[in-house]
């Protein structure tokens, strides 16, 4: 836990509020304007997949404008004491916070180049859109930040094994740590450029569990301000793969894979649903309620054909749209245990 770096004001609660509160469309809507205020509009490509803006300082920022939530949260509390806000109804931080903290970069003076996406959470539909667009980067960037990762000071480098750029982030106090996909996972090897996700501050994403710790989110705010800043003297960092790029290509975009990659992973499973080959980190356990047997779902098979669980916040599969409990939790619930 940080320590406290600043008091929550009344206008970042109205702030993230509002755009916590917001559908997918609307936003996109909401921040096209807001970037045309801020921005010289003819630098600004506002598509329905996503928003691409040209700065003045080398460095991109991407956030994405989905959550996992199919509808978004009426009920918000604040606890001003530690600085931690949550919904009954999933407040979707993941990736408000870091919409938010694009919001407070610009309105504190700093023009980094901006990309904001659709649609990651079913695989990343927007950063797809983008680079089939834009298969080579506009303009120059030196280097790539996304906002949206869990934690306090976490930085994600995913298929990019640039250790040189890694060791360039840590300096700025920020801890490596291993994940699985975001849209930094299409547009960095698209366009050769090195990436990098940082914690802004949420925990238990995808549940109703899920917290935003503003401290935390304030402190990355501050970090990739200073990143800014540093930007001018700054070298640029190449995307360099890893030796399983392109078995992540292959899992997201169904780019050829050598056959090779298997046997490097080993360890693979296969999508109950559609059938495909997936390593196993990769594919997300599913109870089916109706056998309660142990299903393994690809990522972009999960996001149509499952419900998450309000109480533990684990995905499962029934034939009611509107089971709010797994098979585990529903014997809770039926116990008396889960209130």
Not at 26 to 37: G, Y
Not at 132 to 148: A, G, M, S, T
Not at 244 to 255: P, R
Request: proline share 4%; net charge negative; with cysteine.
């Amino acid at each position: 836990m940080v320590e406290n770096v600043k008091k929550i004001s009344n206008s970042d609660v109205q702030l993230f509020t509002t755009i916590a509160r917001m559908n997918q469309t609307d936003l996109l809507r909401l921040m096209r304007n807001f970037l045309w205020k801020h921005y010289q509009p003819e630098k600004i490509v506002a598509t329905s997949k996503f928003i691409l803006c040209e700065g003045t300082e080398p460095i991109m920022l991407v956030a994405h404008l989905d959550t996992v939530f199919k509808t978004h949260p009426i009920h918000i509390y604040l606890d001003r004491q530690y600085n931690v806000m949550w919904s009954p109804e999933g407040l979707g931080a993941d990736d408000r916070a870091g919409v938010f903290a694009i919001i407070k970069i610009i309105q504190a003076g700093y023009r980094p180049h901006i990309c904001l996406t659709t649609d990651e959470e079913c695989g990343g539909i927007g950063a797809s859109a983008l680079i089939k667009k834009y298969p080579k980067p506009i303009f120059d960037i030196k280097y790539i930040i996304q906002l949206d990762r869990q934690g306090a000071n976490d930085c994600v480098f995913y298929s990019c094994t640039n250790f040189t750029f890694q060791s360039f982030i840590e300096q700025y106090n920020f801890i490596t740590e291993w994940g699985t996909f975001s849209d930094i996972s299409v547009i960095c090897p698209q366009w050769k450029i090195a990436g990098v996700n940082l914690s802004v501050g949420y925990y238990n994403e995808h549940s109703q569990i899920e917290t935003l710790h503003f401290n935390e989110l304030y402190t990355t705010i501050q970090q990739v301000q200073k990143m800014i800043e540093d930007a001018e003297s700054a070298p640029s960092f190449q995307y360099i793969p890893s030796k399983y790029a392109d078995y992540l290509n292959y899992i997201y975009h169904g780019y050829p894979m050598e056959e090779d990659y298997y046997d490097y992973v080993n360890k693979t499973c296969k999508c109950d649903h559609c059938g495909q080959i997936f390593l196993e980190e990769d594919v997300i356990p599913v109870q089916d309620k109706q056998t309660n047997q142990q299903l393994f779902y690809c990522i972009k098979c999960v996001d149509e054909n499952v419900n998450w669980c309000e109480g533990c916040g684990e995905a499962f599969k029934t034939t009611n749209k509107n089971d709010k409990y797994c098979p585990t939790c529903q014997k809770l619930f039926q116990q008396k245990v889960i209130l």
